[in-house]
């Protein structure tokens, strides 16, 4: 797949010095060991989390679902949209293509509502 010229070369040491605050690890551990109900839910939700923290909470936001988003923080107790967990974007978020194709038509919402979608139509679930 063509990479846009948005879709730079990532610094791979840049991302991996991004860390979760100290306790973020032992506060996921703590409601893992306290969880019930269907485990695939809390998968979703660590998964989701950490999905989050490299791509940005606007890439989960326009893959998945307000709702679902709301429960996973629920199990997790804690927000995705808080910046000291997940930024807006990051230098990852551009291998998003529709999230890429949403910063270059400058309307980000209108895409992650459905008004405007990608012009080959691609997948949100796609990154480059």
């Known amino acids: 797949m063509k990479?846009?010229?948005?879709?730079?070369?990532?610094?791979?040491?840049?991302?991996?010095?991004?860390?979760?605050?100290?306790?973020?690890?032992?506060?996921?551990?703590?409601?893992?060991?306290?969880?019930?109900?269907?485990?695939?839910e809390l998968e979703r939700a660590i998964g989701v989390f950490y999905v989050s923290h490299v791509f940005g909470w606007k890439v989960t936001r326009m893959v998945h679902k307000d709702n679902n988003?709301?429960?996973?923080?629920?199990?997790?107790?804690?927000?995705?949209?808080?910046p000291k967990y997940c930024r807006p974007e990051t230098e990852v978020s551009y291998k998003h293509i529709v999230y890429d194709f949403a910063c270059k038509i400058k309307d980000y919402w209108n895409v992650v509502n459905f008004k405007k979608q990608h012009p080959d139509k691609i997948s949100r679930k796609l990154v480059a």
Not at 24 to 40: F, L, N, V, W
Not at 69 to 82: G, H, P
């Open 3 to 40: 990479k846009s010229e948005s879709q730079k070369e990532i610094d791979i040491k840049k991302i991996l010095e991004d860390r979760l605050p100290e306790g973020t690890e032992d506060h996921i551990k703590e409601i893992a060991a306290r969880y019930s109900g269907d485990i695939t």
């Open 69 to 82: 988003v709301k429960r996973w923080e629920n199990i997790l107790n804690l927000s995705f949209k808080d």
